[in-house]
């Protein structure tokens, strides 16, 4: 009886005196800061040391797509990544023809290129991306790229767009009418897919034509049509098709680093995803940082919120972090490799708890 009593209290000893470690650790290892105003210069010196090294910044939004504080807080990270780290590039959940579409608005100012979204924190973004842009020089100016399947919206909106006025070789004119003709009112996936799959045919028969025709926007055009994925996918496991056409943009550009945005079911590192299929690279192997998010008392009307990629470690996670989260945005950091940090780095280097969001 004594011997286990004796067990007992070196075990009770053990857990008291790491979890005085780990509230050491994390006293010293978050950062508040603020969708208005970023990252206060400690959280920047920090980050920047941090970060370097990395050649992709990946945000995993959790509890739900449709919660609008995502917006605002990608123009933080890029902000302070292109301020400091040097970003060119950044890339969401959507196909080459909507980035193209984006990428025209940044150069233009033009609000009609944006896609149309149902809430305005979406324009506020890119509003305020081109605004930054403005201040910057060419060199400088921050795009996006697509990653993901072609969206209905943007699809017919973009081959118009990247039309010539001239007219075609008569071997692919009946081809180019199909483009002429499309309805970019329409957001009907069996219309595009049907579209798409003659132009394929027809790009595949007569490739030189085509090149010939669409001149230096031809590579545009191959890309939105021969996209390995397809507007069937959402529901599907895209994580394959997304990293091989991030590796594919990286191969074309070789930026030093990139910053991406995608749901959280597509950056936790322990599982087999976009993130860990881009982390096995060997170019970008232990080069990707993930920065997972975790909603507390968030809502939205469209669905509820749920944290459930983050359920494994949800208890430790409101035990262990939540007291430090006095502001309603908190980075907590384990890049470290500890006994503290050891279960959540496993899903991702950093986690910003979000409170109160909508």
């Known amino acids: ?28 290892h978050h950062y508040s800061f603020t969708l208005s105003d970023g990252f206060d210069n400690r959280t920047v010196d920090t980050l920047k040391q941090k970060l ?48 193209f579409l984006c990428n025209e608005y940044l150069e233009t100012g033009d609000t009609s290129y944006l896609p149309k979204a149902s809430f305005t924190a979406f324009k506020i973004f890119w509003t305020s991306l081109y605004s930054y842009n403005l201040r910057e020089p060419e060199n400088k100016k921050v795009k996006s790229f697509g990653i993901d399947f072609e969206r209905t919206h943007s699809y017919c ?32 996936c069996d219309y595009i897919l049907s579209l798409n799959s ?31 994925g397809s507007c069937k996918d959402a529901l ?56 997972n998010t ?12 749920s944290n459930w990629q983050l359920k494994k470690i949800e208890n430790d996670i409101i035990n262990q972090l939540l007291k430090y989260c006095n502001t309603d945005f908190t980075l907590f950091d384990f890049s470290e490799k500890t006994k503290q940090t050891e279960k959540f780095r496993k899903y991702g280097q950093f986690l910003i708890i979000a409170k109160n969001q909508h």
């Not at 910044?57 to 400091?84: A, C, T």
């Open 157 to 188: 909106k973009t081959l118009k767009l990247l039309l010539p006025e001239a007219e075609p070789a008569t071997t692919i004119k009946s081809a180019i009418q199909l483009i002429r003709d499309c309805d970019d009112t329409i957001i009907n």
């Open 1 to 28: 009886m004594r011997k286990l009593l004796s067990t007992f209290i070196l075990i009770l000893f053990a857990l008291t005196a790491l979890t005085q470690n780990a509230d050491q650790y994390f006293k010293t």
């Open 294 to 305: 975790y909603c507390y008392n968030c809502s939205t009307p469209q669905e509820q919120v």
């Open 52 to 99: 370097d090294g990395y050649k992709l910044i990946l945000l995993g939004e959790g509890g739900s797509h449709f919660l609008q504080f995502y917006e605002p807080l990608r123009f933080v990270w890029i902000k302070f990544l292109s301020d400091n780290l040097g970003l060119k590039h950044f890339f969401m959940e959507f196909g080459h023809s909507s980035d």
């Open 236 to 291: 599907k496991n895209r994580n394959k098709n997304m990293a091989a056409n991030f590796l594919s943009f990286d191969n074309k550009n070789n930026d030093k680093i990139y910053y991406g945005e995608l749901g959280m079911a597509h950056t936790i590192l322990i599982n087999k995803n976009t993130a860990s299929y881009i982390n096995d690279n060997s170019k970008f192997k232990n080069k990707v940082c993930v920065i």
């Open 198 to 228: 003659k132009l394929k045919d027809a790009i595949t028969t007569y490739e030189l034509a085509f090149q010939q025709y669409f001149g230096d926007k031809y590579y545009d055009v191959k890309q939105i049509v021969f996209n390995n």
